[in-house]
């Protein structure tokens, strides 16, 4: 089964950094995408931002020239490097692999990792 795992969340003030990293226990070439979501309380969980096998990525406009999406494929890790944090970007931030082209195919979560943003 496959297994991901995030890390990195915590506490920072506004206009801050974070990485989060997210560990895959496969080869990661075998996702079609991987991508990071957030849900903040009282929310529906979001994309955040979303990196294709072919290296194309996709971001929030809440997010753009503040996120980053990265991979190391050597070491199965996804990362997300947060600058400029805001207090709205508070919220449990999600790892996500998707196999396969059809609406259907498998997709994999990990549990999430809390990131708070103090204003």
């Known amino acids: 089964q496959v297994q991901l795992v995030e890390s990195g969340g915590g506490l920072v003030q506004a206009g801050g950094s974070l990485r989060l990293s997210c560990a895959a226990s496969?080869?990661?070439?075998?996702?079609?995408?991987m991508a990071w979501y957030r849900q903040a309380p009282g929310n529906q969980r979001e994309l955040v931002a979303a990196?294709?096998?072919?290296?194309?990525?996709n971001y929030a406009d809440s997010v753009k020239g503040r996120f980053t999406i990265s991979r190391n494929t050597a070491n199965n890790q996804v990362y997300l490097q947060m600058d400029s944090l805001k207090p709205e970007d508070t919220a449990v931030y999600y790892c996500?692999?998707?196999?396969?082209?059809?609406?259907?195919?498998?997709?994999?979560w990990g549990q999430g990792t809390q990131v708070t943003v103090s204003s």
């Open positions: 996500k692999a998707r196999e396969g082209v059809a609406v259907e195919s498998p997709v994999y």
């Open positions: 990196l294709t096998r072919g290296g194309s990525t």
């Open positions: 496969t080869n990661i070439f075998r996702f079609t995408s």
